[in-house]
């Protein structure tokens, strides 16, 4: 059994499925998108250098029957999937449960619904064309996971009056998506200089700020949607960008295992640092 929901920006939705009112018949463009291979060629060269592949904005198109009681209520029908459906409220969510699992995806009409001249006293046709900027389908979702505490110490066999000793937040988390993911970071303070960094690739992100006992940084590090933001102690907000070291990557968590660390120039087990992301899937 296949259903596909989709969720306007107003929080309208429209149910396609094997049943009335929408009876869902066809639905193409689930599985792999178009590719653009990159490649450079030199002169008197045979054949080309392979350089990289990227996808393609995904393409998806429904096709099915308004199921109505009457001409009245089809029409009805109609003009309630050319509301859920404007093209002028942007990118909506689309949601895809089938045999293997529920995904979702964020989605573009290319036009309002288009009604052929199929109809009759009970069921009128109609064609959908919707764009995801996206290609990738996600999980519904977001894994969420704490980084936990250790502490861990350095061991000499010469007896010292000083203690020397390493304190970090580690934790290893597991992308189950095909390909890398953008990270939603927080960290909730006390914290001097937080860094955070990905053992798996040696990436890291290190914003050079103090963070008071209720303050809360924020980073993302998605493609497009990049944020810095402290949130302090009475509300307010403060864009964290220039704060920035220059070495920093807005990392992504790549396929698999990844090992992500987090230190500071003050120890506190009060810090608590929290990774928000979700996997994602380059076809269902």
């Known amino acids: 059994m296949r259903k596909l929901t989709f969720i306007n920006a107003r929080g309208e939705s429209v149910v396609f499925n094997d049943s009335a009112p929408f009876l869902m018949t066809k639905l193409e463009g689930t599985g792999g998108p178009a590719v653009d291979i990159q490649t450079q060629r030199a002169p008197f060269q045979d054949g080309a250098t392979y350089l990289d592949t990227f996808l393609q904005s995904r393409s998806l198109s429904v096709e099915g029957a308004v199921m109505a009681k009457s001409k009245k209520d089809i029409f009805a029908m109609r003009q309630m999937l050319s509301r859920v459906l404007n093209p002028k409220l942007g990118p909506g969510t689309l949601r895809y449960e089938y045999d293997g699992g529920v995904k979702e995806i964020q989605a573009v009409p290319e036009g309002a619904p288009n009604f052929p001249n199929r109809y009759g006293e009970t069921f009128q046709v109609f064609l959908i064309s919707l764009?995801?900027?996206?290609?990738?389908?996600?999980?519904?979702?977001?894994?969420?996971?704490?980084?936990?505490?250790?502490?861990?110490?350095?061991?000499?066999?010469?007896?010292?009056?000083?203690?020397?000793?390493?304190?970090?937040?580690?934790?290893?988390?597991?992308n189950e998506g095909d390909v890398e993911t953008p990270v939603k970071i927080e960290f909730r303070g006390p914290a001097q200089n937080p860094t955070i960094m990905n053992n798996t690739t040696g990436e890291f992100?290190?914003?050079?700020?103090?963070?008071?006992?209720?303050?809360?940084?924020?980073?993302?590090t998605a493609f497009g949607n990049k944020r810095v933001v402290v949130v302090r102690a009475d509300g307010t907000k403060e864009n964290a960008f220039h704060y920035l070291d220059l070495a920093s990557t807005f990392f992504q968590l790549q396929a698999g295992e990844n090992e992500l660390e987090y230190n500071s120039n003050n120890d506190s087990t009060k810090t608590k640092v929290t990774i928000k992301y979700k996997n994602r899937y380059v076809g269902v």
């Not at 996600?138 to 980084?147: N, P």
């Not at 992100?205 to 993302?220: F, M, P, R, S, T």
């Open 131 to 174: 764009l995801c900027p996206s290609p990738f389908w996600t999980d519904t979702l977001t894994t969420s996971r704490e980084m936990s505490y250790i502490m861990g110490g350095f061991g000499f066999s010469l007896r010292l009056p000083a203690t020397f000793s390493r304190r970090s937040f580690r934790r290893t988390f597991i």
């Open 205 to 220: 992100v290190k914003v050079k700020c103090n963070l008071g006992e209720n303050d809360v940084l924020h980073i993302h």
